[in-house]
């Protein structure tokens, strides 16, 4: 069975900063997704940024950007130029390529950002 | 247009009674899933469906029941509600198959038992 694990419950970063979430995971799988969801206060669940393990290429998606290290089993989330609105939770996740969709997640990261 | 929704989005009921949240789906997906989440956050898939027919099927009691009456559709029945049951319920729906697509979760029913 899969695990992920945020290793850090709650994250505090300064309007414009950079901040950096950690996730690990543990599988066998050789192919496999990794996601970052985000939920604001207002609990929906938003998609930030995906990755196909296959790819080495990290993804990027306009301020977001992911350190896939698959040797590792390591997936970290960096914000960059950090606003109020990203203010969330954080949830880093797996979804085996076999697996109907079936995501695994981790406990979370809280990510505050302060003016 | 909601993409996904859940009604409804808040439910207080008493221990013992039996419930039902209801989700939908407009965007013609194949696969639609109910995640639970905890009061410490904690995210846990309980079931998926594909094409109206049960595909996963977590560890979950079978007080819980879910209803797909057609592909845009899934209901989630609870019986004999217990305290234990109170947390966020989250549907989601994605075209299904292996690819890396993208689940879209509805707004979440936020149980309360009494």
């Known amino acids: 069975a899969q695990t992920v694990t945020q290793s850090q419950p709650e994250m505090s970063v300064q309007e414009a900063e950079t901040v950096t979430l950690s996730c690990t995971y543990d599988?066998?799988?050789?192919?496999?997704?990794l996601f970052w969801y985000k939920q604001p206060p207002s609990r929906q669940m938003i998609l930030v940024i995906r990755?196909?393990?296959?790819?080495?290429q990290n993804a990027t998606e306009n301020r977001f950007s992911v350190n896939f290290q698959k040797a590792a089993k390591s997936f970290s989330l960096k914000i960059s130029d950090s606003q109020l609105g990203d203010t969330a939770m954080y949830f880093c996740?797996?979804?085996?390529?076999?697996?109907?969709?079936?995501?695994?997640f981790g406990a979370g990261t809280q990510v505050v950002v302060t003016p | 247009d909601t993409a996904v929704s859940q009604t409804p989005k808040y439910l207080v009921t008493q221990m013992g009674n039996d419930k039902s949240i209801k989700c939908e789906q407009n965007?013609?997906?194949?696969?639609m899933y109910w995640y639970k989440q905890d009061s410490k956050k904690f995210l846990k898939i309980m079931f998926s469906?594909?094409?109206?027919?049960?595909?996963i099927n977590e560890t979950v009691p079978n007080r819980f029941s879910p209803k797909s009456p057609d592909k845009a559709h899934l209901n989630l029945h609870i019986n004999s509600l217990e305290l234990g049951d109170s947390a966020v319920y989250f549907c989601?729906?994605?075209?299904?198959?292996?690819?890396?697509?993208?689940?879209?979760f509805g707004p979440g029913t936020r149980l309360t038992v009494l």
């Open positions: 989601a729906s994605s075209p299904g198959g292996a690819s890396i697509h993208e689940q879209f």
């Open positions: 599988t066998s799988e050789s192919n496999y997704y």
């Open positions: 990755q196909e393990a296959y790819k080495q």
């Open positions: 996740a797996f979804r085996a390529t076999d697996s109907w969709g079936k995501l695994q």
């Open positions: 965007l013609g997906h194949d696969t």
């Open positions: 469906y594909n094409n109206k027919e049960l595909i």
